[in-house]
């Protein structure tokens, strides 16, 4: 089981003092936030891709490229790669060069973002949003897996006798997962290709999430990667603890009713009922925490949201002691407990090294 954080990189205000930080505090702040995930134990770091206002991280690779020279053991993933709006080459080139400079401690989450006029800004339709995700994919995977790629499609000029560079360390590409809010397709996709699908159960409630996670399990065994339950699911969370459920509440509330996405709509009660937003005591967020697997099953990766709605640095890298120290040691252990021996651990590239290995040495047996 993988936990760590993700950053949508918004720039706010903070609400309770009026200041709103530079574009280059925001931009320095997750790369301190970033280390001290590492610091305190946490497994992953995903930033997300925006490329507009109040957002800042327009080049994910840029800044786990950053991070990746400061950190030692964290893996360097994306919360939304925009799999829409990137050409697929690009993406290939880039990800694959992150993965030689962080040795292999990198993965990546397609999907197609929040934020419409991202289309044209990139020379794309939005009506075309599911097909561009799906055929855009299929040739990032292509290019990720053989040295010559011939292609042709209805979205970007054809290639002939293509390899993109570098090639994938180890012969292996970064794990990717799919990301979905509300698409079937996009779990659909994941199945086909047996790679991970997160669920960002972060905005609705969770019987939606459930639909989505147990169609992308069963057409993962459909395809015939493995059973449903060895499907490779992440989800997604938010929290803000103190010692009180009472301090944190009111710590947190001018937060939430001013935030960019939910602030001025439901209550912070509301919103805390019905979503994975969990305002209280780390033995709170525990209780919740474990209580996904009731709901979605035994599943790989935990990212929380923690850095955003005007939040100062200094409150967040408190919340990652407390996550790092009182809470993540506790949800490894109870997660770990009747947890089925089928059932897969959190992807990295060692693990994806050995099975292609392992995979090769049986074919080359059965070839015997």
Not at 73 to 86: E, G, P
Not at 111 to 124: A, E, I, L, M, Q
Not at 191 to 213: C, T, V
Not at 347 to 363: E, F, N
Request: glycine share 8%.
């Amino acid at each position: 089981m993988q936990f760590g954080i993700f950053t949508v990189g918004d720039v706010t205000t903070d609400p309770t003092t009026g200041r709103t930080p530079s574009e280059h505090e925001r931009i320095k702040a997750m790369v301190t936030i970033a280390q001290k995930a590492e610091e305190v134990g946490l497994d992953v770091f995903a930033t997300g891709e925006h490329h507009n206002p109040p957002f800042v991280p327009s080049s994910p690779t840029t800044m786990l490229g950053y991070v990746a020279a400061r950190t030692d053991h964290l893996i360097l993933s994306t919360s939304t790669t925009l799999i829409t709006t990137n050409d697929p080459v690009k993406i290939a080139e880039d990800f694959a060069m992150l993965q030689h400079l962080a040795d292999g401690r990198v993965d990546l989450m397609m999907g197609r973002g929040n934020t419409g006029p991202v289309y044209p800004w990139f020379g794309k339709d939005i009506r075309e949003g599911i097909p561009l995700a799906v055929e855009n994919y299929a040739l990032l995977h292509k290019l990720w897996r053989e040295d010559t790629v011939d292609w042709a499609g209805r979205f970007r000029t054809p290639l002939q006798s293509f390899t993109s560079t570098p090639r994938p360390l180890d012969g292996v590409p970064p794990f990717v997962w799919h990301g979905s809010i509300r698409s079937p397709e996009i779990a659909e996709q994941a199945a086909y290709y047996g790679d991970g699908f997160f669920a960002n159960n972060i905005f609705w409630p969770k019987e939606h999430f459930k639909r989505l996670i147990s169609l992308y399990r069963e057409r993962y065994a459909h395809y015939g990667h493995g059973t449903p339950e060895q499907a490779i699911v992440g989800l997604g969370g938010q929290v803000f603890m103190r010692k009180n459920s009472q301090d944190a509440v009111r710590e947190f509330r001018p937060y939430f009713d001013n935030a960019p996405v939910y602030g001025h709509g439901p209550s912070l009660e509301e919103f805390t009922e019905q979503t994975p937003l969990t305002v209280g005591s780390p033995q709170e967020v525990i209780d919740k925490t474990l209580a996904f697997r009731a709901s979605f099953g035994d599943y790989q990766r935990q990212l929380f949201l923690m850095d955003h709605a005007g939040l100062p640095l200094k409150t967040v890298l408190e919340q990652l002691d407390i996550l790092g120290e009182e809470v993540v040691p506790v949800l490894r252990e109870e997660f770990a407990k009747g947890r089925p021996a089928q059932v897969p651990e959190g992807p990295t590239h060692k693990a994806l090294v050995a099975r292609r290995d392992a995979d090769l040495a049986a074919l080359q047996e059965s070839d015997a």
